[in-house]
């Protein structure tokens, strides 16, 4: 049976990860300092195969493999921090509803600077 995203849990991927890093005495380093600073550089690897050139289909594997990493460490530093990652996500989607409300965005108004100007009234604690 195939297990993807439609019928794996975020629980289950942690636990993937905790055991793996456990066999091999890793969780000592996995810090959230460490695991933050690898998430960045693994974001940055996952840059660099857009740095100059757009998608490259040869690169997919590659991609994933990255973006696989990111994930690793998002929910490594998760663990640590003892975050729950499905109730943070919700959570913060909400929030990023009441800043970003669907009557500010439609087809009509998608433009860059449009996106700019309200995140920065946003900002300054204006309703746009």
Same mark, same amino acid.
């Given at each position: ?40 550089? &693994? ?6 195969? @857009?740095?100059? +050139?757009?998608?490259?289909?040869? =690169?997919?594997? !590659? #991609? ?32 990023? &509803? ?6 500010? @965005?439609?087809? +009509?108004?998608?433009?860059?600077? =449009?996106?700019? !100007? #309200? ?10």
């Amino acid at each position: 049976m195939s297990r993807d995203d439609k019928d794996t849990t975020i629980q289950e991927l942690k636990d993937l990860i905790i055991k793996f890093s456990e066999e091999r005495g890793w969780e000592r380093h996995h810090t959230p300092k460490n695991l933050a600073i690898s998430i960045c550089l &693994e974001a940055a690897e996952l840059l660099e195969h @857009f740095q100059w +050139d757009e998608y490259n289909q040869n =690169d997919k594997q !590659k #991609i994933a493999d990255e973006l696989a990493d990111i994930i690793t460490y998002a929910a490594n530093f998760a663990q640590v921090m003892d975050i729950d990652i499905a109730s943070s996500f919700k959570d913060k989607l909400k929030r990023s &509803e009441k800043k970003y409300p669907v009557s500010l @965005f439609n087809k +009509d108004r998608v433009g860059e600077d =449009d996106f700019f !100007k #309200i995140k920065q009234d946003y900002r300054k604690g204006k309703k746009s």
